[in-house]
């Protein structure tokens, strides 16, 4: 028995790195953010079933996968031209980031003041490819999945 016990152990080695290889090819064809061309043709080129089309999905934003201006570690992102929010739970950060947010983008028109500012709870959701908005916010709860708490400035 002996004799074949490193044999075995190689045996699951591999088998256990083949399954890490697997689980990370698997959440790459089925994510929403890679252009869904390139993770079908993939999926057939390695003869996997093709990943389907996305439909909405929460996610924990950040500033990269929002795409947002970053101010001290809290992203600022302006929504439909007329409202901005700054992902925190800190009233105190948000009206900072805002601010600088605003001083960038030439908002002296704009009376950025902490009374001004709405709290709410909302989830990100990826919206499935060509959509016209890669992602949308959702009325959520401090209990509901994937919810963050955000400072809105409308303007």
Do not use: F, N, S
């Given at each position: 028995m002996c004799q074949h016990a490193a044999a075995l152990r190689a045996a699951e080695q591999d088998l256990a790195t083949h399954r890490q290889r697997h689980a990370t090819l698997t959440a790459w064809l089925h994510n929403?953010?890679?252009?869904?061309?390139a993770r079908t043709a993939l999926a057939q080129l390695l003869g996997l079933p093709a990943p389907a089309d996305t439909p909405t999905r929460r996610f924990q934003p950040t500033a990269h996968n929002l795409k947002a201006d970053e101010y001290d570690g809290i992203p600022v992102i302006e929504l439909d031209g007329d409202q901005v929010i700054a992902?925190?739970?800190d009233i105190n950060q948000a009206l900072h980031a805002i601010t600088h947010y605003g001083n960038d983008h030439d908002w002296a028109h704009i009376n950025?003041?902490?009374?001004?500012?709405?709290s709410e709870w909302v989830a990100f959701e990826w919206q499935p490819e060509g959509s016209e908005c890669e992602w949308l916010t959702i009325d959520a709860g401090p209990g509901d999945h994937m919810a963050v708490h955000t400072y809105r400035l409308p303007y």
């Open positions: 929403p953010t890679h252009d869904l061309g992902i925190t739970d950025i003041t902490a009374d001004r500012l709405r």
